[in-house]
């Protein structure tokens, strides 16, 4: 027999070492190839961990244990032809054996799909894909199909959640699946999420199950419709919300209930409540006693949330992060708007607003700023000669931020229609990985919530960001006399181990002449 030495797989670059979450098998518990036997957590994801081959499973390292990349986990002693292992011992039995066998059809056929998957010749391993320069975990937000299902190809698998989006997962191949990483856990790209034994067609298991009550087969009919119409996720809530999916609207392809939709419904059996809680007359009763009872309940932390909270420590613990502020007078941009606005909308088909004058602001400043538009990597500092712009994009499921590319080379038109068709595929939960990864400079707009001022982190490995605040009416001194102005407050937060006060201050400056005198921008001056 033949030991096979499992190992804490790479998960991704920065990350050295995981956490054994939880054991999905016990020790000497026997194993198919490709399933699942633990959970594994690492700072940024957490990964489920298969089995390499058949066998006896004997755990080396208990729940809780940390190891280090490429430290022992288990190891399973594979026997040639492991799974007719298990009907060795009933053929031992010579007399007795013929009757078991006959009198359990059963397990023959659960045997089939792994046999026919064998004889196909191919076990696929379905990996974390690479979704994005910047994004080197995702978690596991729900799986649409079960552990030994037989799934077609393209059929989605599962949800995965990173920090800036939500997608799906295909299957690669048709065949017997295999899951290897549990709902909620943090996978690193390129780690296993599942295992596909191929087949030669439908399993053999689905006559075993046909011969079945007959009507599991409108179930499991009704089942697949409303999984059609809702995504995992989706589905996920509004079980947690006790919602009926029919009752809620889809805002995805063909009425698909989607995240968001999910997040946004609410219960509509108020109204039958009270009919049904009439019986129940005491616990009515029983409310107005505790009306003054201070009420606190709990909710776990989305994935999404989790990562975020990391991400936003991190950049806190691991930069010199530091605030400047100016002001700036939106008058001459809000007359130059005011005066163009209508034949601007005319003629380009979308409306001129003050992210098109902020953008184009930035991207000047940065040419004349370079190591604000830079970012430490290693022992180096990268500068970058095109200005790839993150807008901050509020949507029901968090803060998103897409990018803009070569803002610099963009007119006000093409930044403006860039600006909409982001913020509606945010808004729509239909952002791609790659419209979120990579931005050199972030802008973030505060002001369309009230906010008067704030200190914006950083977004990492960006090393700058600039606040935009709410326009307020205010005195100032212009040419000696007291008049009332349009004022916005900006901040800029930014790295202090490569931006000295002097580059961050001036390039703050910079933006406020350049908005505060526009023909500037158009002049290139």
């Known amino acids: 027999m033949a030991e096979i030495e499992i190992k804490v797989p790479p998960v991704g670059e920065s990350i050295t070492e995981v956490t054994i979450g939880n054991w999905f098998k016990n020790d000497g518990d026997f194993v198919k190839m490709d399933e699942v036997i633990c959970g594994l957590d690492s700072d940024k994801a957490t990964f489920e961990l298969t089995a390499e081959a058949e066998g006896i499973l004997h755990i ?162 009704d089942k697949a419709y409303s999984e059609k119409h809702a995504s995992p996720v989706a589905a996920k809530i509004l079980a947690e919300k006790g919602i009926d999916p029919k009752d809620v609207n889809g805002s995805g392809s063909g009425g698909k209930i989607m995240k968001d939709d999910a997040l946004k419904a609410e219960k509509a059996a108020p109204a039958a409540a009270p009919a049904a809680a009439k019986p129940a007359a005491p616990a009515p009763a029983a409310a107005p006693a505790v009306s003054g009872a201070r009420a606190s309940r709990r909710e776990k932390m989305s994935s999404l949330r989790k990562t975020i909270a990391r991400r936003l420590v991190a950049v806190k613990n691991e930069t010199a992060m530091l605030t400047t502020f100016n002001e700036v007078d939106m008058k001459p941009v809000m007359d130059l708007r005011s005066k163009f606005k209508d034949k601007f909308k005319e003629k380009h088909e979308v409306g001129l607003g003050f992210m098109s004058f902020f953008v184009k602001a930035v991207t000047v400043a940065l040419k004349d700023f370079p190591v604000i538009n830079a970012q430490i990597d290693g022992e180096e500092l990268v500068y970058n000669d095109f200005a790839d712009i993150s807008v901050a994009v509020s949507t029901p499921r968090g803060l998103v931020v897409p990018v803009i590319r070569n803002a610099e080379t963009l007119s006000f038109a093409a930044i403006e229609k860039e600006i909409v068709r982001l913020a509606v595929r945010a808004r729509d939960g239909k952002l791609g990985l790659d419209e979120m990864s990579g931005g050199t400079f972030t802008i973030t707009n505060g002001g369309t919530f009230g906010s008067m001022l704030s200190t914006p982190i950083i977004n990492a490995p960006q090393s700058a960001i600039l606040g935009m605040h709410n326009i307020v009416e205010r005195p100032v001194v212009v040419d000696g006399q007291i008049v009332v102005r349009p004022i916005m407050y900006v901040a800029l937060s930014y790295d202090h181990r490569t931006i000295d006060g002097k580059d961050s201050v001036s390039f703050l400056v910079r933006v406020k002449q350049l908005l505060e005198d526009p023909m500037r921008l158009l002049l290139d001056m």
């Open 60 to 221: 080396k390292a208990q729940e809780g244990d940390t190891l280090n990349i490429g430290d022992l986990i288990a190891t399973i002693e594979a026997a040639n032809g492991a799974a007719p292992k298990e009907t060795a011992p009933k053929a031992e039995a010579a007399p007795a054996a013929p009757a078991p066998v006959a009198a359990e059809p059963a397990p023959a056929p659960a045997a089939a799909p792994v046999s026919t998957a064998a004889a196909t010749g191919q076990v696929y391993e379905m990996k974390v894909p690479a979704v994005g320069e910047s994004i080197s975990e995702v978690t596991i937000a729900s799986w649409s199909k079960k552990d030994g299902d037989y799934v077609a190809v393209d059929e989605i698998l599962c949800e995965l959640e990173s920090d800036k989006a939500t997608f799906e997962l295909p299957a690669e191949a048709a065949g017997i699946l295999t899951i290897v990483g549990k709902e909620g856990d943090t996978l690193s790209i390129g780690a296993v999420i599942c295992t596909i034994a191929a087949t030669a067609g439908a399993p053999a298991a689905t006559p075993a199950q046909a011969s079945a009550p007959a009507a599991s087969a409108p179930a499991s009919a």
